[in-house]
């Protein structure tokens, strides 16, 4: 089955959950052994991909807004005792 760019991390993820439950039930025959390996790994790698995106705007929106802050600080009112 050929990855398509489409497809949502949520729903890459559920083909692989599903290519491992029949590998880890033995379900898989035979001749669709290699086929659901290379899927599988593919999966992985995409997957994978997407995280280190992610973990990326993430981090570098943090950092833009650390560099925000540092430029214009606010001084948040302390709450009276």
Request: glycine residues 2%.
């Given at each position: 089955?050929?990855?398509?760019?489409?497809?949502?991390?949520?729903?890459?993820?559920?083909?692989l959950?599903?290519?491992?439950?029949?590998l880890?039930?033995?379900?898989?025959?035979?001749?669709?052994?290699?086929?659901?390996?290379?899927?599988g790994?593919?999966?992985?790698?995409?997957?994978?991909?997407?995280?280190?995106?992610?973990?990326t705007?993430?981090?570098?929106?943090?950092?833009?807004?650390?560099?925000?802050?540092?430029?214009?600080?606010?001084?948040?009112?302390?709450?009276?005792?």
């Amino acid at each position: 089955m050929t990855e398509k760019n489409t497809e949502t991390y949520e729903e890459k993820f559920t083909r692989l959950e599903a290519i491992l439950k029949k590998l880890d039930n033995s379900q898989t025959p035979i001749d669709e052994l290699a086929s659901d390996v290379k899927e599988g790994a593919s999966l992985i790698l995409a997957l994978n991909a997407k995280l280190n995106e992610v973990e990326t705007e993430v981090a570098d929106a943090f950092r833009a807004l650390e560099a925000a802050t540092a430029q214009s600080p606010r001084q948040v009112p302390r709450a009276e005792p």
